[in-house]
């Protein structure tokens, strides 16, 4: 499983650890992801994403998974959820 966040691409990022005497070595800054299950309202079932902090303070601000997925471009993405993003743009057509 790779360490990206499924909703907004999200990855880790390269740096240096700095000592006192400013000693360069290569490190990681992985991203803090979480596993959530989030509600679609259209769908009317949970989705399993492993996503960042930041990306679920996002979907909370933008009214849900459904209306921060219709907003989000799809090479953003992960296969999963552009799978997800498609099921509840059909849903929401047949609605209408």
């Keep these: 499983m790779s360490r990206r966040c499924e909703l907004t691409g999200k990855g880790p990022m390269t740096g240096n650890n700095?000592?006192?005497?400013?000693?360069r070595?290569?490190?990681?800054?992985?991203?803090n992801?979480?596993?959530?299950t989030l509600q679609s309202e259209t769908?009317?079932?949970?989705?399993?994403?492993?996503?960042?902090?930041?990306?679920?303070?996002?979907?909370?601000?933008?009214?849900?998974?459904?209306?921060?997925l219709a907003k989000a471009k799809d090479d953003e993405l992960s296969t999963s959820a552009?799978?997800?993003?498609?099921e509840i743009a059909k849903a929401q057509s047949a609605e209408a």
């Design 25 to 31: 070595t290569r490190r990681r800054f992985l991203p």
């Design 82 to 86: 552009l799978k997800v993003k498609k």
């Design 43 to 68: 769908l009317g079932r949970g989705i399993k994403l492993k996503i960042s902090a930041a990306a679920l303070r996002t979907v909370d601000h933008r009214g849900g998974l459904d209306a921060f």
């Design 18 to 23: 700095v000592s006192h005497a400013k000693n």
């Design 33 to 36: 992801l979480n596993d959530v």
